[in-house]
């Protein structure tokens, strides 16, 4: 299976820069699993295509300010990407430019409210940097220094940083937002829930896969970067307790696809469990846990749609994508929705 089986035509308009003013007022295609039929359709109708007893699993991981610019020892200027931390203080970054942080390199942030040192290299151009001499709580150091790290196809300025963050957003670590759920709100999730639709939460730290282009032609030579998730008991419960009464567990989010999948696929049952996940979803990949999924419009030719497609088929996801070009659907992070049932 190639790379560029998964291509569609995306003019530049379509790609959204900014989040529309009221979260749940974005477009919605439906997409028949089965039959491939799409239709165009509301957020808001959501609870529509819901069964009372139906779970949704969303990701409440939140973003970090994980973008930060540090001054070299020489005073060369530096930009880091936070992406995972691997133990206390010490994290895998993304550096521009890269030949600036050698191992020993140290840099001062902040104006000397934080400092770091690079202490290894990893894969596809990792630098990995251990933070020190700074005061209070990492993460509230970052909050002063850092900023949003919106995708490079957003080039707008965002006003609210907020907005790139999901109403439920709990566990800080990802480097990016689990999109999909930008479209909820808390009234309308509190809707659903007086409608008999169950909410469960999984933690999916969003990091490198998200950046990283398929860069082989054959996908199966492509190499996910790992992730790390946690799938807690109540979570676990709700998800067996959901299947065993007959309905469906709806993911809501590729991140929330991969969580579930990982842990069944790791432990043959969906049962508490943490760790990290490099699985990669694509067509042909028996998916064990999820019924249905609400996502976003995805790139081309990416490890997402690739997803997508595991869930029904290639032919019937590109046909959706096509309907949505032509309707002039707003695409990705900040995009309209897609609910494949």
Do not use: C
Not at 121 to 129: A, F, K, L, N, T
Not at 151 to 171: A, G, H, W
Not at 227 to 254: F, H, P, S, W
């Amino acid at each position: 299976m190639n790379k560029k089986d998964f291509y569609f035509d995306l003019p530049d308009r379509l790609i959204a820069q900014v989040p529309l003013e009221d979260r749940t007022a974005s477009r919605m295609m439906v997409l028949n699993r089965e039959t491939g039929e799409a239709k165009d359709d509301k957020f808001k109708n959501l609870s529509d295509y819901l069964d009372e007893g139906d779970t949704l699993i969303l990701n409440n991981s939140r973003v970090i300010p994980a973008r930060i610019y540090g001054v070299k020892d020489t005073g060369a200027n530096v930009e880091f990407l936070l992406l995972e931390e691997k133990e206390k203080d010490t994290w895998e970054t993304l550096v521009k430019p890269g030949r600036r942080a050698k191992i020993g390199a140290k840099f001062t942030f902040g104006e000397g409210l934080l400092r770091g040192e690079i202490v290894g290299y990893g894969e596809q151009g990792i630098r990995v940097i251990k933070f020190f001499n700074y005061e209070g709580l990492f993460f509230n150091v970052l909050e002063k220094i850092g900023t949003m790290p919106l995708p490079p196809y957003i080039t707008e300025t965002l006003e609210d940083q907020e907005r790139y963050q999901t109403v439920y957003s709990k566990t800080e670590g990802s480097a990016a937002a689990p999109t999909a759920g930008l479209h909820f709100t808390e009234a309308f999730l509190k809707d659903l829930e007086k409608r008999g639709i169950n909410i469960g939460y999984v933690t999916l730290h969003v990091g490198l896969g998200t950046f990283r282009p398929v860069e082989v032609d054959n996908i199966l030579d492509h190499n996910m970067h790992s992730e790390y998730y946690e799938l807690d008991q109540k979570t676990a419960d709700l998800i067996n307790k959901t299947k065993k009464n007959g309905k469906r567990v709806i993911a809501v989010g590729t991140t929330s696809t991969r969580t579930l999948e990982s842990v069944y696929h790791k432990n043959g049952k969906v049962i508490a469990d943490y760790g990290e996940t490099d699985i990669f979803i694509y067509p042909g990949k028996e998916l064990k846990v999820i019924d249905g999924l609400i996502t976003n419009f995805h790139l081309p030719e990416s490890t997402l749609i690739m997803l997508v497609s595991a869930l029904s088929t290639r032919e019937n996801v590109l046909n959706a994508y096509e309907k949505a070009v032509d309707l002039e659907y707003r695409f990705f992070s900040f995009g309209d929705a897609m609910l494949i049932k």
